[in-house]
């Protein structure tokens, strides 16, 4: 199984960016999807998930109304749209993929990460 994330990058406070994370080597529409981010030192959080259907979407507090998970079935991507960025969210995000564990896990696989920074 691999997850590769993408589309990283910096920008100033304001900003959008779009992650996206192809599936390999699994049944993409069989696994819920989620966005977690990680600062040095601290532990891994959960931002956002999106069912196996796509119909179910869960958010942490912080992103709601700024960021939007989405996913392509056919395509075995998920993305995460990143809008009204702020020098907060600077992170690595990881994206993952779980059976049964929408929407805070357990994850079963994960990616190697993608650096999101954001200047004041």
């Known amino acids: 199984v691999q997850l590769q994330a993408s589309g990283g990058g910096s920008v100033q406070a304001g900003g959008s960016l779009r992650l996206s994370c192809a599936a390999s080597?699994?049944?993409?529409?069989?696994?819920?999807m989620g966005w977690f981010s990680e600062i040095p030192g601290k532990e891994r959080e959960f931002v956002a998930a999106?069912?196996?259907?796509?119909?179910?979407?869960s958010y942490t507090d912080p992103v709601k109304g700024r960021f939007t998970i989405s996913r392509d079935n056919l395509k075995n991507t998920v993305y995460l749209q990143m809008d009204s960025l702020k020098p907060e969210d600077t992170a690595v995000y990881y994206c993952?993929?779980?059976?049964?564990?929408?929407?805070?896990?357990?994850?079963?696989?994960w990616g190697p990460g993608t650096q999101v920074t954001v200047s004041s």
């Open positions: 999106i069912s196996r259907s796509g119909l179910r979407i």
């Open positions: 993952a993929a779980t059976r049964l564990g929408y929407p805070r896990g357990p994850y079963n696989y």
């Open positions: 080597g699994l049944a993409f529409r069989n696994y819920a």
